[in-house]
């Protein structure tokens, strides 16, 4: 009798391990399929050609919008202008700032003219910022006021038209 009572106890253990590896190879290649299928739409998908999904009558006038897009970014460009370090006006005189910004000129003409504009536009931007204090200069509102105030600056110096954006690519306030 004790045999057959050992028999019996094995035997749902066998079961219950086969269980548990037929579940885990499901998951296991679920996983993968998972994983085959993000890495074909990420990295194997021409993305530049376009989807067949609109309607023929649809499909020109998308086009001719994307090609209008396509040629407004290519025209716009990136100008990094050097890094700058100033005294902020602290009644201590113990706090710096450090900047570096990105602008995003019209053309290859705009490039040209802020280039030449390059003297005027560094003393503007050292005079205003160091004329803001760190409480000027804290908060997420403040930073963003500020690239409007820089924005209309270079405006005012380069011209309308000619700068559409200031992107902000160090900020370290010391």
Known sequence: MPETKNNEVEEPVKSKKSILKWLI??????????????????????????????????KAGSQGENLAE?????????????SF????????GRRYLKMSLELEVRDETALEATEKAMPRIKDALLLLLSSKSYEDLSSMEDKIA????????????????????????????Q
Request: glycine share 8%; net charge negative; no cysteine.
């Open 25 to 58: 190879l499901v998951i296991l290649l679920a996983v993968l399929g998972a994983g085959g299928f993000f890495a074909y739409q990420h990295f194997f998908i021409d993305k530049s050609a376009p989807q067949d999904s609109a309607a023929p009558g649809e």
């Open 70 to 82: 396509d040629k407004k970014n290519q025209r716009s460009q990136m100008f990094s202008m050097p």
């Open 85 to 92: 370090v100033v005294n902020l006006a602290d009644p201590l």
């Open 146 to 173: 500020l690239k409007n105030e820089i924005l209309s600056r270079l405006v005012q110096i380069v011209g309308t038209g000619t700068i559409s954006n200031v992107y902000f690519t160090e900020f370290i306030i």
